[in-house]
T-cell receptor
Framework: GQQLNQSPQSMFIQEGEDVSMNCTSSSIFNTWLWYKQDPGEGPVLLIALYKAGELTSNGRLTAQFGITRKDSFLNISASIPSDVGIYFC????????????FGTGTRLQVTL | DAGITQSPRHKVTETGTPVTLRCHQTENHRYMYWYRQDPGHGLRLIHYSYGVKDTDKGEVSDGYSVSRSKTEDFLLTLESATSSQTSVYFCAITPRERGTDTQYFGPGTRLTVL
């Protein structure tokens, strides 16, 4: 099945810096979702996007549904130590009702 | 919190033994999913259910079966566990009012097959 290309795979940043990550696909998606996963826990939904061009914020997090419907971006502003974790993108491909495709994750580590 | 619990949270078993994992939800959600998570592969769909006794296969269904006799419970069974099924298993639901896209995950079950 299709996989989403998520980049970067990992990143080390300093507290206070802004972070950007993205996800691309070869197919058109109806929905883009961003999750965060802490060690030993399940993924937690951060932001959901349902329309091309949509820009949605959740606190310091902002995500966008790419205009081509084949990509999405997540930005974290002014990172803090609790932002550490793995961030996953997921999307619902056109014609695949009820199923999501997931990226392989971006591991974020924040240094003081 | 989507009201999802998984049991057991950790299990160690031997090759060839049957294993059943349970996902329980308290909010009458129609859609339920089982995923496995492995390094380098992300989350992969095993099976999903769109109602009582209505299930379908995902991309990695070989070696797994599921059952849903009640809305609140979705069971994943490994009939004869193999070492390749060592993984972390997550259950997920889609809230009824949100349609079939957004999914919320349970806390996971870590399964080790020796």
């Amino acid at each position: 099945g299709q996989q989403l290309n998520q980049s970067p795979q990992s990143m080390f940043i300093q507290e206070g810096e802004d972070v950007s990550m993205n996800c691309t696909s070869s197919s058109i998606f109806n929905t883009w979702l961003w999750y965060k996963q802490d060690p030993g826990e399940g993924p937690v939904l951060l932001i959901a996007l349902y329309k091309a061009g949509e820009l949605t914020s959740n606190g310091r997090l902002t995500a966008q549904f790419g205009i081509t419907r084949k990509d999405s971006f997540l930005n974290i502003s002014a990172s803090i130590p609790s932002d550490v974790g793995i961030y996953f993108c997921a999307g619902q491909e056109v014609g695949t009702a009820s199923k999501l495709t997931f990226g392989t994750g971006t591991r974020l580590q924040v240094t003081l | 919190d989507a009201g999802i619990t998984q049991s057991p949270r950790h299990k160690v078993t031997e090759t060839g033994t049957p294993v059943t994992l349970r996902c329980h939800q308290t909010e009458n959600h129609r859609y339920m999913y089982w995923y496995r998570q492995d390094p380098g592969h992300g989350l992969r769909l095993i099976h999903y259910s769109y109602g009582v006794k209505d299930t379908d296969k995902g991309e990695v269904s070989d070696g797994y079966s599921v059952s849903r006799s009640k809305t609140e419970d979705f069971l994943l069974t490994l009939e004869s566990a193999t070492s390749s099924q060592t993984s972390v298993y997550f259950c997920a639901i889609t809230p009824r009012e949100r349609g079939t896209d957004t999914q919320y995950f349970g806390p996971g079950t870590r399964l080790t097959v020796l």
